[in-house]
């Protein structure tokens, strides 16, 4: 554990958190869930083995989001238009349109969302939930009834299309302080990316714990950051002896 700045948390009245490579591994389940997608839309709607891979599903992606870069604040959201997108490329128009898209997005959340939580994170948060509201605030679209991770949470925060921006911006942590009633400097946001977690903290002026390359390991590192957090650790369970004791 290190400390960067000075930091009194006997004013801290909130905890947040982000969800994935935070509180479970998830990078390994989404890539898992990535290529058994491609494979499923292959297979159901008789496509060739090259679309396979995923580099045309994520060439058409990329190219929804450089036309359109609103869609990068709803991750649900930009996967069904990209989807649409990509069978009109592919001369196989989907009949139900977005609805039909809708229902696959739906099947790939589920696959995705099929990461497991340690018992021990579980008995983490129920120690801290005794002494903090906890929080979540998420770029992605986990499923946490899935995972049981839903009733710790008193709130669970998504960017969407209607002005709650993604992390680093503001909006969404704004959002956060004002559900909570308290401001934003008694809110600690515990987070493994340097950049949408702890910058996008500092700059709405939380407090922070930089969960230093994540659950996995594998998270971004110091090269990546663009702002200091007050507080960094190795472990996610040194939160125990840092708030608890």
């Known amino acids: 554990m290190k400390f960067y700045k000075r930091v009194d948390l006997k004013n801290i009245k909130v905890l947040s958190f982000d969800l994935d490579n935070t509180l479970y591994d998830c990078q390994s389940v989404i890539d898992a869930a990535e290529i058994w997608f491609a494979k499923y839309l292959c297979q159901r709607y008789g496509l060739g083995l090259q679309y396979e891979s ?34 009109e490329l592919l001369k196989l128009p989907l009949k139900g349109g977005f609805e039909e898209a809708t229902e696959l997005v739906n099947i790939f959340i589920d696959k995705r969302s099929d990461g497991k939580v340690d018992k021990s994170v579980y008995n983490l948060l129920e120690k801290l939930r005794q002494k903090y509201p906890l929080i979540s605030i998420s770029n992605g679209n986990l499923n946490t009834d899935k995972l049981n991770l839903t009733e710790y949470f008193e709130y669970d925060l998504r960017p969407n299309l209607e002005g709650i921006l993604c992390k680093p911006n503001s909006p969404i942590f704004e959002k956060a302080a004002t559900l909570m009633h308290v401001r934003a400097d008694q809110i600690l946001h515990i987070g493994d990316d340097p950049y949408t977690d702890v910058y996008g903290a500092v700059l709405s002026h939380f407090k922070t714990v930089w969960y230093y390359k994540g659950y996995n390991g594998i998270c971004p590192d110091e090269r990546y950051l663009q702002a200091l957090p007050d507080i960094q650790i190795d472990d996610i369970f040194e939160l125990e002896p840092l708030l608890l004791d």
């Open 54 to 87: 995923l580099e045309f599903w994520q060439k058409v992606k990329q190219s929804c989001i450089f036309e359109k870069p609103n869609l990068k604040n709803d991750v649900t959201y930009s996967r069904i238009v990209s989807l649409v997108k990509a069978f």
